[in-house]
Each structure stands twice: as C-alpha cells, then as structure tokens.
T-cell receptor, first 115, second 112 residues
Framework: DAGVTQSPTHLIKTRGQQVTLRCSPK?????VSWYQQALGQGPQFIFQ???????QRGNFPDRFSGHQFPNYSSELNVNALLLGDSALYLC??????????????FGPGTRLLVL | GESVGLHLPTLSVQEGDNSIINCAYS??????FIWYKQESGKGPQFIID?????DKRQGQRVTVLLNKTVKHLSLQIAATQPGDSAVYFC???????????FGGGTRLMVKP
C-alpha cells in the first residue's frame, strides 16, 4: 500500500516565477492538506481540500492556490515566487469522517528553493 | 493566534534510557493531539495520538500523556534507540477541523 507521494522531490525557481507541486494521497484517503515548513520550524497549514473544494485555509496569501482532482490527488500552485517561499512543502492525506479528527499522514515533501 | 509550543529545543539521552519530550498548548478548545517524528530530509511520521477524553495512551515503546488542567502533553519513549534520533513535533487540532497546529519541535539526540 503506497503512502502519500509527492513530486517533484526538489525544485529550484527564480523570483517571480510560478510553481506547481503535486500530491497523491494514501490509498483510501479523500482529503488532502498542504503545509509549508521553513527550515528549523514546524509545518504551517496552508489549506485543505475535500470533494474538490478548499475547505479550510491558513494565513497564506492568494498567491497560494490549489486544486483537487476526482481521484483525490492534489496540486499546490504558488505564483509570483518570493525568496521567502523557499521551504519544504508537505502534503498530508486523511479520510474524512465524523468528528474531524482523522489522522493526517504526511508525504516526503517537495523542497523548493527560490533564488 | 494560539499555538502549540515545546519547552526544550534539544534533548540528549543515552541509548537505553527513557526519553520524555514535553509540549505545552494554549488552546483550551483543542480536542485531538498528535506526536510526529521527522527525520532529516523526510516528512513527519505519525507516532501516536490522543483525544481529549483520554489522559494516557500507549503504543509500542511510546506513551503519550495529556494533562488538560495545565494544557500539557508529553511523549515518553522507553529504551531509546539510535533510530529514535529525530525532531519530534506535537500538533493539535480543534472544533472538528483538520487544520493541525504544530509546535517548533524538539530534537532528540541518542548517544550510543
């Protein structure tokens, strides 16, 4: 059973460019959440997708957008990249159920470097 | 906003000893807590979770304790091994939402 997978593993972009990161959830999971983890810090919640809609959003600007596909996979898009966007981007998947306390399982992340 | 925090940024223990990693949370509405382990270059790995209606939960070599009175969470690792060396994060969520709020992490170093 494959866990959460993310692509690419590493990416280098320059300021002002746009980037798309991809995530495939764990088998049986229907909810995908994205987090940004700066070096030496804990992950920060960006947003969550369920049933192809953004359900919850953290304190991130509109430059950060996403999408969820019918097969539950997801993309994270970041426009007009800034140096400060350099971070590890983590995808986590879960199975939505009653109570909203479904365990989130993380992928290996995509390391983004903005020059 | 409210967030989860940790008391100790780095913990160094001898192989075979027990480790205790602490975490303080400030949101009294938090009802679900999770401990994750993150090794260098990898994503956070689920270790153990606990719901607010419990005080203690045990797994294989790990125990999580929850003290809601003082808003404190701890992770105990028995017979710590070199493979336990990593950064440990506690995370919390509330109000049936799935947004996890993470603390800054504690680095556990196991000396052989």
């Amino acid at each position: 059973d494959a866990g959460v997978t993310q692509s690419p593993t590493h990416l280098i972009k320059t300021r002002g460019q746009q980037v798309t990161l991809r995530c495939s959830p764990k088998s049986g999971h229907d909810t995908v959440s994205w987090y940004q983890q700066a070096l030496g810090q804990g992950p920060q919640f960006i947003f969550q997708y369920y049933e192809e809609e953004e359900r919850q959003r953290g304190n991130f600007p509109d430059r950060f957008s996403g999408h969820q596909f019918p097969n539950y996979s997801s993309e994270l898009n970041v426009n007009a990249l800034l140096l400060g966007d350099s971070a590890l981007y983590l995808c986590a998947s879960s199975e939505r159920g009653l109570g909203g306390q479904e365990t989130q399982y993380f992928g290996p992340g995509t390391r983004l470097l903005v020059l | 906003g409210e967030s989860v925090g940790l008391h100790l940024p780095t913990l160094s223990v001898q192989e075979g000893d027990n480790s205790i990693i602490n975490c303080a949370y400030s949101n009294s509405a938090s009802d679900y807590f999770i401990w994750y382990k993150q090794e260098s270059g990898k994503g956070p790995q689920f270790i153990i979770d606990i719901r607010s209606n419990m005080d203690k939960r045990q797994g294989q070599r790990v125990t999580v304790l929850l003290n809601k009175t003082v808003k404190h969470l701890s992770l105990q690792i028995a017979a710590t091994q070199p493979g336990d060396s990593a950064v440990y994060f506690c995370a919390e969520t509330y109000n049936a939402g799935n947004m996890l709020t993470f603390g800054g992490g504690t680095r556990l170093m196991v000396k052989p």
